[in-house]
């Protein structure tokens, strides 16, 4: 049982280039999740998955499309990277969307230069 | 919601009883409190989860005033282990409306 897995652990990228990052859960839970961390700022929701096949904006959506693939899978893509997505990126899932009990990833650190 | 702030930074010795605050003036009826735990280079852990009163796992305590305008997480005891950044988040995900993390609280614990 893994847990959540996420998909690069460090990534360095170049402005405007693109790439996806991929979460998986192995625990059969309904609601996915994306967060960012920057230093100082705690984290804050990109988008959501409340169930499969639903996506929901967060907080900072802006210069991120998200898909559900399938009950496990939620990924995160970045179509033209920049300086300010330089970011650790987690990726959680819970049980349901009333479930404030969150399952994080090991993160993914993302530099743009 | 406002932003939720809390403590940037707290100093404790082993064995010590540790209170952390986290403000949250704007919260909503539908609101939870969540705090979370996060070690460097990890993503958060679930420490505990409370909507009014007091709430009492294994590990932690949470007091919420009536109000509910602040929330206050108690760890007994604490360990050099608890060294640790410590999250509120409040929120109701499933009422459409969003959820937010405080600043979050450096927590160090001095042997």
């Known amino acids: 049982n893994a847990g959540v897995t996420q998909t690069p652990k460090f990534q360095v990228l170049k402005t405007g280039q693109s790439m996806t990052l991929q979460c998986a859960q192995d625990m059969n839970h309904n609601s996915m999740y994306w967060y960012r961390q920057d230093p100082g700022m705690g984290l804050r929701l990109i988008y959501y998955?409340?169930?499969?096949?639903?996506?929901d904006k967060g907080e900072v959506p802006n210069g991120y499309n998200v898909s559900r693939l399938n009950k496990r899978e939620f990924s995160l893509r970045l179509e033209s990277a920049a300086p300010s997505q330089t970011s650790v990126y987690f990726c959680?899932?819970?049980?349901?969307?009333?479930?404030?009990?969150?399952?994080f990833g090991p993160g993914t650190r993302l530099t743009v230069t | 919601l406002a932003k939720i702030t809390q403590p940037i930074s707290m100093d404790s010795y082993e064995g010590q009883e540790v209170n952390i605050t986290c403000s949250h003036n704007?919260?909503?009826?539908?609101?939870?409190i969540t705090w979370y735990q996060q070690f460097p280079s990890q993503g958060p852990r679930f420490i505990i989860q409370?909507?009014?009163t007091k709430v009492t796992n294994e590990v932690a305590s949470l007091f919420i005033p009536a109000d509910r305008k602040s929330s206050t997480l108690s760890l007994p005891r604490v360990s050099l282990s608890d060294t640790a950044v410590y999250y509120c988040?409040?929120?109701?995900?499933?009422?459409?409306?969003?959820?937010?993390f405080g600043t979050g609280t450096s927590l160090t614990v001095i042997p």
């Open positions: 959680a899932s819970s049980e349901t969307g009333q479930s404030y009990e969150q399952y």
């Open positions: 988040l409040v929120g109701a995900l499933n009422t459409g409306n969003q959820f937010y």
């Open positions: 998955s409340a169930s499969e096949g639903t996506t």
């Open positions: 409370g909507y009014k």
């Open positions: 704007n919260i909503a009826t539908n609101d939870y």
